[in-house]
């Protein structure tokens, strides 16, 4: 018999952690190779980890509720092979993946990553084990020993986790020491709390996870961006009746429904090409201008909350091409099989508030991009047609789009702009246009 490690994967571009949500095998039990046996939450999905290896679970090195590093041991699994007891990855495969973590990652993180060490807890002086993390991040933030000691846990066994130590230095009176990192940080400000009384009739539900992160998310995007909005309606009746006339033959052709995002997308990524200052992030006093334009669009899941999963370069796709990776980014989002690479790295996102039968919205901007776009329900109107031989008023099939960007670097000139070419290209729409 023989012990290797099983190893945190990397889940994603620019993932350096992850929480250790459910073990779903216990010590002793027996796993096949690429058999799930735990599920992991990162600050983008939840996802579940398969074992790297067939045999006995060993031992767990990592307890439910723990931040581990990207490349750091979780368990150790007894195989029936020769393989010597060390990592499941040979140092020189897990050394390059760091390097590129690291590349991407804050200043801090070399630290925190170095030579991926176990999460053997320590005590404190206090008699309270902490991670390896949570030291990092006091002594980046320069807590003491007694202030830490002070901090509640919300980890197993009232451990201090990250994510209560984000909010303890958010919710300091003084803010904590600036330190150097990628990307200049908003300031953290307390949030006011509101007062209100709670009948005995009324029923109280815990946010879950994921909702916790979106309230975050939106709280922090209209603190950091001014949002502006602008508004445009756009004639659909072309797309409106082009698919109307080819639903059928296309579903026969590719296996699967067309809808009208595919159309969306395909104009935004247009118009991105056009003014691309709109596909640009903020840094401090910098503006980085993004090559890819990676169109987001967000998806409603069965609980209610809500997941952007990413078309990457949605400029070089053609409509069907766009039309696959919608329905499968849109099918794999409701079944929970979404991946971190799925969500990362969007430069632009679209948001179909007419599935819900709205006819206009004025959706979040989703940081670090600067600018996101709402499309409406489409709508039949009496409209004014104007033909060679004079103006007429016709049916026509009618949608808003609503445009919010931030004002710090988009002004209402570019985002006026960039909203009515979108328009332009989806009005533009060829009927001729084949399959």
């Given at each position: 018999?023989?012990?290797v490690?099983?190893?945190?994967?990397?889940?994603?571009e620019?993932?350096?952690?992850?929480t250790?949500?459910t073990?779903?095998?216990?010590?002793?039990?027996?796993i096949?190779?690429?058999?799930?046996?735990?599920?992991?939450a990162?600050?983008?999905?939840?996802?579940?980890?398969?074992?790297?290896?067939?045999g006995?679970?060993k031992?767990?090195?990592?307890k439910?509720?723990d931040?581990?590093a990207?490349?750091?041991?979780?368990?150790?699994?007894?195989?029936?092979g020769?393989?010597?007891?060390?990592?499941?990855?040979p140092?020189?495969?897990?050394?390059?993946?760091?390097?590129?973590?690291?590349?991407?990652?804050?200043?801090?993180?070399?630290?925190?990553?170095?030579?991926?060490?176990?999460?053997?807890?320590?005590p404190?002086?206090?008699?309270?084990?902490?991670s390896?993390?949570?030291?990092?991040?006091?002594?980046e933030?320069?807590?003491?020993?007694?202030?830490?000691?002070?901090i509640?846990?919300?980890?197993?066994e009232?451990r201090?986790?990250?994510?209560?130590?984000?909010?303890?230095l958010?919710?300091?009176?003084?803010?904590?020491?600036?330190?150097?990192?990628?990307?200049?940080?908003?300031?953290?400000?307390a949030?006011?709390?509101v007062?209100?009384?709670?009948?005995?009739?009324?029923?109280?539900?815990?946010?879950?996870r994921?909702?916790?992160?979106?309230?975050?998310?939106?709280?922090d995007?209209?603190?950091?961006s001014?949002?502006?909005?602008s508004?445009?309606?756009?004639?659909?009746?072309?797309?409106?009746?082009?698919?109307?006339k080819?639903?059928?033959?296309?579903?026969?052709?590719?296996g699967?429904g067309?809808?009208?995002?595919?159309?969306?997308?395909?104009?935004v990524?247009?118009?991105?090409?056009?003014?691309p200052?709109?596909?640009?992030?903020?840094?401090?006093d910098?503006?980085?201008?993004?090559?890819?334009?990676n169109?987001?669009?967000?998806?409603?899941?069965?609980?209610?909350?809500?997941?952007?999963?990413?078309?990457?370069?949605a400029?070089?796709?053609?409509?069907?091409?766009?039309?696959?990776?919608?329905n499968?980014l849109a099918?794999?989002?409701?079944?929970?099989?979404?991946?971190a690479?799925?969500?990362?790295?969007?430069?632009?996102?679209?948001?179909?508030?007419?599935?819900?039968?709205n006819v206009?919205?004025t959706?979040?901007?989703?940081?670090?991009?600067v600018?996101?776009?709402?499309?409406?329900?489409?709508?039949?109107?009496?409209?004014?047609?104007?033909?060679?031989?004079?103006?007429?008023?016709?049916?026509?099939?009618?949608?808003?789009?609503?445009?919010?960007?931030?004002?710090?670097?988009?002004?209402?000139s570019?985002g006026?702009?960039?909203?009515?070419?979108?328009?332009?290209?989806?009005?533009?729409?060829?009927?001729?246009?084949?399959?």
């Open positions: 018999m023989a012990s490690e099983m190893l945190m994967p990397k889940m994603g620019s993932i350096i952690e992850g250790i949500l073990w779903l095998k216990k010590e002793g039990d027996t096949d190779q690429d058999e799930s046996v735990l599920e992991v990162t600050d983008k999905v939840d996802t579940e980890v398969p074992a790297t290896h067939g006995i679970l031992k767990i090195l990592a439910e509720g931040v581990v990207v490349g750091a041991p979780i368990a150790i699994i007894e195989t029936s020769e393989e010597s007891p060390t990592s499941s990855q140092k020189a495969e897990v050394d390059p993946g760091k390097e590129e973590l690291i590349a991407v990652a804050p200043s801090n993180t070399s630290t925190l990553l170095a030579d991926a060490q176990p999460l053997d807890e320590t404190g002086e206090d008699g309270r084990f902490y390896p993390l949570v030291r990092s991040i006091a002594k933030e320069g807590i003491s020993a007694t202030e830490l000691s002070k509640p846990g919300t980890g197993k009232g201090v986790t990250k994510q209560d130590m984000m909010d303890y958010k919710n300091k009176s003084v803010p904590a020491p600036a330190k150097a990192t990628s990307v200049s940080p908003a300031p953290s400000i949030e006011p709390r007062n209100l009384s709670i009948s005995a009739t009324d029923e109280i539900i815990e946010m879950d994921m909702r916790k992160m979106i309230a975050q998310r939106m709280v995007s209209k603190r950091i001014p949002h502006v909005t508004f445009v309606e756009a004639d659909m009746t072309n797309i409106v009746l082009w698919r109307e080819n639903k059928d033959a296309y579903k026969a052709k590719y699967e067309i809808t009208y995002t595919p159309f969306f997308i395909d104009a990524a247009k118009a991105i090409r056009d003014f200052m709109i596909n640009i992030s903020v840094d401090g910098r503006i980085i201008k993004k090559k890819d334009i169109v987001g669009m967000a998806v409603a899941l069965p609980s209610g909350n809500l997941i952007v999963p990413i078309i990457k370069n400029d070089q796709l053609n409509l069907v091409g766009i039309s696959k990776k919608v499968d099918n794999r989002a409701r079944n929970n099989k979404l991946t690479d799925d969500l990362a790295g969007g430069t632009y996102t679209v948001s179909n508030v007419g599935s819900f039968g206009m919205g959706p979040i901007i989703p940081q670090p991009q600018a996101i776009m709402a499309v409406g329900a489409i709508v039949k109107k009496p409209a004014v047609v104007e033909t060679p031989t004079g103006d007429v008023i016709a049916i026509r099939h009618k949608m808003f789009l609503s445009h919010s960007y931030d004002h710090r670097v988009v002004d209402g570019l006026g702009m960039f909203v009515r070419r979108v328009a332009d290209y989806l009005e533009a729409f060829d009927l001729n246009t084949s399959l």
